[in-house]
Nanobody
């Protein structure tokens, strides 16, 4: 009932920048927390950053000061600006959006994942 579409992944050199985008569509009434996670092969998905409905944000220590999460609530979109990327940032990145449907039910949706490769 809610679809998330991610874009913006790709190959970037160490020290470079990349911007990820995730747009939600469907019968959405309210959007609560929006977040970005990363996952390496064979490992658990880890939270990089989350932004609340009041636009307050929290970050994992590994990305604090380098990555910025932001949201456009009118467009149900969450962005992830990645600066000063390093090879250890190479992962598949997933967006996650939580909220309520027009039916009143809650939803917890994931994007399809986008690959980020940091290499020279």
């Amino acid at each position: 009932q809610v679809q998330l579409v991610e874009s913006g992944g790709g190959l970037v050199q160490p020290g470079g920048s990349l911007k990820l985008s995730c747009a939600a569509s469907g019968r959405i009434s309210v959007v609560d927390a929006m977040g970005w996670y990363r996952q390496a092969p064979g490992k658990q998905r880890e939270l990089d950053a989350v932004v609340a409905s009041d636009e307050s944000a929290e970050y994992a220590d590994s990305v604090k000061g380098r990555f910025t999460i932001s949201r456009d609530s009118a467009k149900n979109t969450v962005l992830f600006q990645m600066n000063s990327v390093q090879p250890e940032d190479t992962d598949v990145y997933f967006c996650n959006i939580k909220g309520q449907l027009t039916t009143g039910s809650c939803f917890d949706a994931w994007g399809q994942g986008t690959q980020v490769d940091v290499s020279s």
